[in-house]
């Protein structure tokens, strides 16, 4: 069964700092990848996915993701933070045909 | 991507009633999933629901606590039966969107937010 392991449940910055969440995952084939945020009292929305193209994936709100095989991860980063990021983010992974898994989320405090 | 609602946003119900959970979508979708996200946790899939067919169970989820309805495809529904505190989550819709050759990508619902007292 596939995994996800998101290190740090919370993870703070200063505005203006780089983002970096954290996401390995498990598979023995390559698989579909997504980052989701959800906002508080929300619902999760989609930032960016991977799909087997280019390993660097460009999402909304400044936020990208790079896939890199040899580690098994794709950290999702931000040059620069900003006070609307402070969300819980969550990478998840396809399993089968159509079944996401999600890791168990990070919160992103930002600090003026 | 698609409009996705669900209603109600949010309930309190008393141990051993039954919440149905509604999730509407503004266009045709063949693939609907439920997932609950306990208090601080992460989203589990709960079932997937395809239209004119018995919905498919994860591990640890059963028909009678968790009811599912697809009459057609753009709605669907979600029983949480005979409540108990355990039950107290965030309950969530989403929907599989395929367009051509890209990749199937599941959006979600601003889910439901249950207290069960």
């Known amino acids: 069964a596939q995994s996800v392991t998101q290190l740090g449940s919370h993870v703070s910055v200063s505005e203006g700092a780089l983002v970096l969440l954290r996401c390995n995952y498990s598979?023995?084939?390559?698989?579909?990848l997504f980052w989701y945020v959800q906002y508080p009292n929300q619902g999760l929305q989609l930032l960016l996915k991977y799909t087997s193209a280019a390993t660097l994936v460009k999402g909304i709100n400044g936020f990208e993701a790079e896939f890199k095989k040899s580690e098994t991860s794709f950290h999702l980063t931000k040059p620069s933070a900003h006070m609307s990021d402070a969300a819980e983010y969550f990478c998840a992974v396809t399993e089968g045909f159509q079944k996401l898994v999600f890791g168990t989320g990070t919160r992103l405090l930002v600090s003026p | 991507s698609a409009v996705i609602s669900q209603k109600p946003s949010r309930d309190i119900c008393q141990r051993g009633t039954s919440l149905t959970i509604q999730c509407q979508v503004d266009s045709q979708v063949t693939m609907m999933f439920w997932y609950r996200q306990q208090p601080g946790q992460s989203l589990t899939l709960i079932a997937t629901?395809?239209?004119?067919?018995?919905?498919?169970?994860e591990s640890g989820f059963v028909i009678d606590k968790f009811p599912i309805s697809r009459p057609n495809l753009t709605f669907s529904t979600l029983t949480v039966s005979n409540m108990s505190p355990e039950d107290s989550s965030i309950y969530l819709c989403?929907?599989?969107?395929?367009?051509?050759?890209?990749?199937?990508?599941?959006?979600f619902g601003p889910g439901t937010r249950l207290t069960v007292l």
């Open positions: 629901a395809n239209q004119g067919s018995e919905a498919t169970y």
């Open positions: 598979s023995s084939v390559p698989p579909y």
């Open positions: 989403s929907v599989e969107l395929r367009r051509g050759a890209s990749t199937d990508t599941q959006y």
